[in-house]
């Protein structure tokens, strides 16, 4: 078992693990390589009593996420908000949320140089899933995602950051578009005409929920915002969700958002950068489990 230090760094976890309010000897490291943003360790941690204990150390990036503050101080509000009453039929004796260890000075996160790193008790015995598999994995798909936006409907709004400004908003992604195409940085606009002939065709349909949000006919809503099946955790017997991880989106925006991104990615039959179009189609049953 090998310990690994971060680019540019020399502190290795077991350095880091040092920091954060747990009492043990780490006996190894092992690198969770699923996950496109952050770099995640499983840390086994030997306590006192002989017994080892797993936890989920992460190095979060703050290129992605630069403001480490709010984005933490989102993640601790919505973990505690859900503890005492979020609870998946896969779990058993524990919330169905990723539950924070705080760091030795009362903080959600450790900073070390320009790394910043949290840690969570590890989920054992689950898996995660990045194609489509079961209807029924589906159907409870849906009641996880949907019990999480029940769970947190009845926590104000204002009290999350919005961590990524226009995560969602397609007028404003539709603009930026426009933008990009007037500037064209790399010379790729002569190649793709039809493309853009394309999305100025529907451009009518991008302002719809943002112009609906902002004259009131619909409700802005905390979401999860990247609501995807891989960020459901099934127990391996008898396959039930235990929880809801990847919480760093969690903010303010629309339900439509959360819905539409599950049916774009799990009731599809290819992996979202398939060049073969002709392989694309949307499976009616899981989109009918789902909902």
Avoid at 21 to 28: E, F, K, L, S
Avoid at 107 to 123: I, T
Avoid at 169 to 188: C, F, K, W
Wanted: charged fraction near 25%.
């Amino acid at each position: 078992i090998r310990e690994r230090s971060s680019p540019g760094n020399s502190k290795t976890p077991a350095d880091i693990i040092s920091r954060f309010a747990i009492d043990g000897t780490p006996v190894g490291f092992h690198e969770i390589k699923k996950g496109y943003i952050n770099r995640t360790y499983r840390a086994d941690i030997r306590e006192s009593d002989g017994k080892i204990t797993s936890y989920t150390l992460q190095r979060i990036n703050t290129n992605v996420f630069p403001d480490i503050d709010a984005l933490m101080d989102n993640f601790f509000k919505v973990t505690e908000h859900l503890r005492p009453t979020f609870f998946l039929p896969g779990a058993v004796g524990h919330p169905s949320v990723q539950t924070l260890v705080l760091a030795r000075d009362g903080k959600p996160y450790v900073r070390d140089g320009e790394d910043c790193w949290r840690l969570m008790y590890y989920f054992s015995d689950v898996f995660s899933l990045d194609i489509p598999d079961k209807p029924d994995d589906f159907y409870y798909a849906g009641r996880a995602f949907g019990l999480f936006s029940a769970k947190m409907s009845d926590m104000p709004v204002g009290e999350l950051s919005e961590i990524i400004k226009n995560f969602h908003n397609t007028a404003s992604r539709y603009r930026d578009l426009e933008l990009s195409i007037g500037r064209d940085p790399v010379g790729r606009v002569k190649d793709v005409g039809d493309e853009i002939a394309f999305v100025r065709a529907h451009r009518h349909i991008f302002p719809i929920i943002s112009d609906a949000l902002g004259d009131g006919r619909l409700p802005l809503r905390i979401c999860h915002n990247d609501c995807n099946l891989n960020n459901i955790l099934f127990d391996n017997v008898p396959r039930l969700p235990v929880a809801v991880i990847d919480l760093d989106t969690v903010m303010p925006s629309f339900i439509f958002s959360d819905y539409g991104d599950f049916l774009r990615t799990a009731a599809n039959t290819v992996a979202e950068d398939e060049a073969d179009f002709s392989k694309i189609e949307f499976r009616h049953d899981i989109f009918r489990a789902f909902t």
